[in-house]
């Protein structure tokens, strides 16, 4: 049963540029759900996909934006590179478990973002 | 607003010992989940276990243990008979269990442990 996929594993990248990550769901999950981690900190929520529509965001600018496709792969677009851009960036998928329950997110091994 | 604290930036531990990390959490709803995640220097966050805010007996999953006092809004990780392979950053976070905000975990700013031999 493989587990949550992203690619690519790195990448460099110059301000002012843009980016596409790619991430594959856990088997039998239909959600997807964005984050990034700065060096240091913990990861901080961008935004999450369910039925292809972004259902929740977090705080961060327009320059960011994502896409869910009809087999729950998800894509995350970054558009004018900033310095301050550089990070580890986590796609997790998970799956309903219920009303009275958040549900658990599963993580993938992430992409590295350095921008110059 | 939710907001976590943990207030341990690294920790250290003898193989075979126990050790806990201390997360507290804010927040003024009543339907929340809490979460540990472990991050090895591979990058991958893998979950370890959780607690619903209306569970009332601390959850547990295999060496891992959650000690979750509702009242001090804490939820430490246990952590029985430490490996070397636990040496790791260890994040707590949660959710809120409402419609438009169950999937935007919080985060920590997480505890690097060091498990010596």
């Known amino acids: 049963d493989a587990g949550v996929t992203q690619s690519p594993t790195h990448l460099i990248k110059t301000r002012g540029q843009q980016v596409t990550l790619r991430c594959s769901p856990k088997s039998g999950h239909d959600t997807v759900s964005w984050y990034q981690q700065a060096l240091g900190q913990g990861p901080q929520f961008i935004f999450q996909y369910y039925e292809e529509e972004e259902r929740q965001r977090g705080n961060f600018p327009d320059r960011f934006s994502g896409h869910q496709f009809p087999n729950y792969s998800s894509e995350l677009n970054v558009n004018a590179l900033l310095l301050g851009d550089s990070a580890l960036y986590l796609c997790a998928s998970s799956l309903w478990r219920g009303p009275r329950w958040g549900p658990i997110q599963y993580f993938g091994a992430g992409t590295r973002l350095s921008v110059l | ?66 000690n979750f006092q509702k009242a001090r809004k804490s939820a430490n990780l246990v952590i029985s008979a430490s490996q070397l392979g636990d040496s790791a950053m260890y994040f707590c976070a949660m959710i809120l269990n409402s419609g438009g905000s169950n999937y935007k975990l919080t985060f920590g700013k997480g505890t690097l442990l060091t498990v010596n031999p």
């Open chain 2, 1 to 66: 607003a939710q907001k976590i604290t943990q207030t341990q930036p690294g920790m250290f531990v003898q193989e075979k010992e126990a050790v806990t990390l201390d997360c507290t959490y804010d927040t003024s709803d009543q339907s929340y989940g809490l979460f540990w995640y472990k991050q090895p220097s591979s990058g991958e966050m893998i979950f370890l276990i959780y607690q619903g805010s209306y569970d009332e007996q601390n959850a547990t999953e295999g060496r891992y243990s959650l």
